[in-house]
């Protein structure tokens, strides 16, 4: 660490804390609890969490579906007493889950609950979410039941909407999506609600009757407070569901956005100890007045574009939280409640990623099925059961299709033949020094995803590697996560000016990538199966060597000078059945 890094760390930590006032606020009123329980949530936990965890961009705080979760849960009114108890009850609980789960190694469960699942989650989830602005919007009750009885409530009192409320909201919608177009480097959030407040001062939103976040609860000058959750038994049976639900989301959520980054960044990950981390900053949202929290993917995706480079970051936003609380509570307390309706609107519709979703409605039926039920459920059950429902799906998938994923290199032997290497790393055979050849078997489902990414990981770990070409010749079920994982991959080998091809696929698999984006974005660096055997992975090794460069003595230089390349097949033409797992240099078309 240098001054320049630091320096870096803490101008990422300024943006990020930019951004954790508004949506801190905005959060905590997804979660029916006071504004000041957001800021707290992004205070002290944030600091706990990127102290301990092992992502250098992960930032912890408050989030949106995590949110609306507590929210559901203390509507429901599970357990009597002051919300606000419950709630860091309910954290600290869900901290000591995490922390055990991160200490007895269990950092591949996360593996096993696919994207499929945690994207129609998020997106009932916010869906969920911008319906519950309505009544803020309009200024008008929603009520209290189901989404549909509320949403009947709503609609029966419209004839009572305060045009003054419609304008705000409406304006600060525009205002975001218009900065967002003009300036997308600009904070529009932060800059939204401060115009927002200004006029709320200048006009007196209050005595207008306009209701502001004061209203809710004043945001109190000072430091989180420090209370020690108290429990009986009984308390901790009722919680437990809600809070194993709550844990389950929070790493979930966690692990996908450090992972997301990482992919991009190159850093490898601990994901015991990011459990341990995250666990860590629910603990302190229970003791110090805020919620369960999670790895927020907006926060953290911010803090690497503005150029963190370590925990530090992470540590330093959650400080400046805690300025933000000493010094501007009173500031906080002018936002009106329409404006952050209005962002809760535009965050609601972030949160529908529609080209996921067109991705995932093409892909094969389990990932489909698990979409669409999860993307109800939150609509039709109560929160944490949606989120029960949707691992039970996982699990089922799972069952269903488990198999372990068979990873070997390929390699050149003494008689020039290529072949899969007997030993780890291929030292039975030579290997090129710049393209790396590598065979892997298996099923390629959500729960083989992690175990791909290491392998692709490994095989580029030495930067002497400039094309990592991966045969799938025996690779069956690639499914919508799987796809992620190699189109990540090929994204980060490109920043780093490096290759990944991809060869051997058969005509099903061609026709998932085809669906899933994977055609598109590889362009010529694919090479399906061909009637010839190793014909693909032959064609697929010379465009390595085309893009590297032969180095000295290269023996996948002499292989190819010998081997024997048909001309093109037609596209994903007959499969290659006979083929067998080694397969000699071919001597014959």
Same mark, same amino acid.
């Given at each position: 660490?240098?001054?320049?890094?630091?320096?870096?760390?803490?101008?990422?930590?300024?943006?990020?804390?930019?951004?954790?006032?508004?949506?801190?606020?905005?959060?905590?009123?997804?979660?029916?609890?006071?504004?000041?329980?957001?800021?707290?949530?992004?205070?002290?936990?944030?600091?706990?969490?990127?102290?301990?965890?092992?992502?250098s961009h992960v930032v912890t705080g408050p989030t949106n579906a995590l949110s609306l979760l507590v929210g559901g849960a203390l509507a429901a009114g599970l357990v009597e007493g002051d919300p606000i108890l419950t709630a860091m009850l309910l954290a600290a609980m869900v901290g000591g889950i995490q922390i055990a789960a991160g200490l007895l190694r269990l950092g591949a469960v996360v593996d096993y609950i696919s994207r499929a699942v945690v994207l129609g989650y998020i997106t009932g989830a916010g869906?969920?979410?911008?319906?519950?602005?309505?009544?803020?919007?309009?200024?008008?009750?929603?009520?209290?039941?189901?989404?549909?009885?509320?949403?009947?409530?709503?609609?029966?009192?419209?004839?009572?909407?305060?045009?003054?409320?419609?304008?705000?909201?409406?304006?600060?919608?525009?205002?975001?999506?218009?900065?967002?177009?003009?300036? &997308?480097?600009?904070?529009?959030?932060?800059?939204?609600?401060?115009?927002?407040?200004?006029?709320?001062?200048?006009?007196?939103?209050?005595?207008?009757?306009?209701?502001?976040?004061?209203?809710?609860?004043?945001?109190?000058?000072?430091?989180?407070?420090?209370?020690?959750?108290?429990?009986?038994?009984?308390?901790?049976?009722?919680?437990? &569901?809600?809070?194993? %639900?709550?844990?389950?989301?929070?790493?979930?959520?966690?692990?996908?956005?450090?992972?997301?980054?990482?992919?991009?960044?190159?850093?490898?990950?601990?994901?015991?100890?990011?459990?341990?981390?995250?666990?860590?900053?629910?603990?302190?949202?229970?003791?110090?007045?805020?919620?369960?929290?999670?790895?927020?993917?907006?926060? !953290?995706?911010?803090?690497?574009? %503005?150029?963190? $480079?370590?925990?530090?970051?992470?540590?330093?936003?959650?400080?400046?939280?805690?300025?933000?609380?000493?010094?501007?509570? #009173?500031?906080?307390?002018?936002? #009106?409640?329409?404006?952050?309706?209005?962002?809760?609107?535009?965050?609601?519709?972030?949160?529908?990623?529609?080209?996921?979703?067109?991705?995932?409605?093409?892909?094969?039926?389990?990932?489909?099925? %698990?979409?669409?039920?999860?993307?109800?459920? &939150?609509?039709?059950?109560?929160?944490?059961?949606?989120?029960?429902?949707?691992?039970?799906?996982?699990?089922?998938?799972?069952?269903?299709?488990?198999?372990?994923?068979?990873?070997?290199?390929?390699?050149?032997?003494?008689?020039?033949?290529?072949?899969?290497?007997?030993?780890?790393?291929?030292?039975?055979?030579?290997?090129?020094?710049?393209?790396?050849?590598?065979?892997?078997?298996?099923?390629?489902?959500?729960?083989?995803?992690?175990?791909?990414?290491?392998?692709?990981?490994?095989?580029?770990?030495?930067?002497?590697?400039?094309?990592?070409?991966?045969?799938?010749?025996?690779?069956?079920?690639?499914?919508?996560?799987?796809?992620?994982?190699?189109? %990540?991959?090929?994204?980060?080998?490109?920043?780093?000016?490096?290759?990944?091809?991809?060869?051997?696929?058969?005509?099903?698999?061609?026709?998932?990538?085809?669906?899933?984006?994977?055609?598109?974005?590889?362009?010529?660096?694919?090479?399906?199966?061909? !009637?010839?055997?190793?014909?693909?992975?032959?064609?697929?090794?010379?465009?390595?060597?085309?893009?590297?460069?032969?180095?000295?003595?290269?023996?996948?230089?002499?292989?190819?000078?010998?081997?024997?390349? &048909?001309?093109?097949?037609?596209?994903?033409?007959?499969?290659?059945?006979?083929?067998?797992?080694? $397969?000699?240099?071919?001597?014959?078309?």
């Amino acid at each position: 660490m240098n001054a320049d890094s630091i320096r870096k760390d803490l101008a990422a930590a300024a943006a990020v804390s930019m951004m954790a006032v508004p949506q801190g606020v905005a959060y905590a009123m997804i979660a029916g609890l006071p504004p000041a329980t957001g800021l707290y949530a992004a205070a002290v936990p944030t600091v706990l969490a990127s102290a301990a965890r092992s992502s250098s961009h992960v930032v912890t705080g408050p989030t949106n579906a995590l949110s609306l979760l507590v929210g559901g849960a203390l509507a429901a009114g599970l357990v009597e007493g002051d919300p606000i108890l419950t709630a860091m009850l309910l954290a600290a609980m869900v901290g000591g889950i995490q922390i055990a789960a991160g200490l007895l190694r269990l950092g591949a469960v996360v593996d096993y609950i696919s994207r499929a699942v945690v994207l129609g989650y998020i997106t009932g989830a916010g869906l969920l979410i911008g319906f519950g602005q309505l009544g803020n919007i309009t200024g008008t009750s929603m009520g209290k039941g189901d989404p549909f009885v509320r949403l009947q409530t709503w609609a029966s009192g419209l004839g009572g909407a305060d045009w003054r409320p419609v304008a705000v909201a409406l304006g600060s919608i525009l205002a975001l999506l218009w900065l967002r177009k003009k300036a &997308p480097k600009a904070p529009g959030a932060i800059l939204v609600l401060g115009v927002s407040i200004l006029l709320s001062w200048l006009l007196d939103f209050k005595a207008l009757g306009l209701a502001t976040a004061g209203d809710l609860a004043p945001v109190p000058a000072g430091l989180p407070p420090f209370h020690v959750p108290t429990f009986d038994l009984h308390t901790l049976q009722v919680l437990l &569901p809600v809070a194993f %639900a709550a844990t389950v989301l929070s790493l979930v959520e966690s692990s996908a956005v450090a992972r997301s980054i990482a992919a991009t960044s190159g850093e490898r990950l601990d994901m015991n100890r990011e459990f341990v981390g995250q666990g860590l900053g629910n603990l302190g949202a229970g003791f110090m007045g805020g919620y369960p929290v999670s790895g927020s993917l907006s926060r !953290s995706a911010l803090n690497y574009r %503005a150029g963190a $480079v370590s925990r530090l970051s992470g540590v330093a936003s959650g400080a400046m939280m805690v300025l933000v609380l000493l010094l501007f509570g #009173p500031i906080v307390d002018l936002t #009106p409640v329409a404006a952050l309706a209005g962002l809760l609107i535009v965050v609601a519709w972030d949160l529908v990623d529609t080209e996921a979703i067109r991705y995932v409605m093409h892909a094969p039926w389990g990932d489909r099925s %698990a979409f669409l039920v999860t993307a109800i459920g &939150p609509w039709t059950l109560s929160l944490d059961t949606a989120i029960y429902f949707g691992v039970g799906i996982s699990i089922f998938m799972f069952l269903r299709r488990a198999r372990n994923l068979r990873v070997t290199d390929l390699v050149i032997d003494r008689d020039g033949h290529i072949r899969e290497s007997a030993f780890e790393g291929g030292t039975d055979g030579r290997l090129c020094k710049r393209v790396h050849a590598i065979h892997v078997e298996g099923n390629l489902f959500f729960g083989a995803a992690g175990e791909l990414q290491d392998a692709l990981d490994e095989a580029t770990s030495d930067p002497a590697v400039k094309v990592l070409v991966v045969r799938l010749k025996r690779a069956r079920g690639l499914d919508f996560t799987t796809a992620g994982v190699l189109l %990540a991959a090929r994204e980060r080998l490109r920043v780093s000016g490096r290759h990944l091809i991809l060869a051997g696929m058969k005509p099903e698999t061609m026709h998932v990538f085809e669906h899933v984006g994977i055609t598109e974005a590889f362009g010529d660096d694919l090479f399906p199966t061909e !009637s010839t055997w190793f014909a693909a992975m032959n064609r697929a090794i010379k465009r390595g060597l085309e893009l590297t460069g032969v180095c000295e003595d290269c023996p996948l230089a002499h292989y190819i000078e010998e081997a024997v390349i &048909p001309p093109t097949e037609e596209a994903w033409g007959p499969a290659e059945n006979a083929e067998p797992a080694v $397969v000699p240099r071919p001597a014959t078309a």
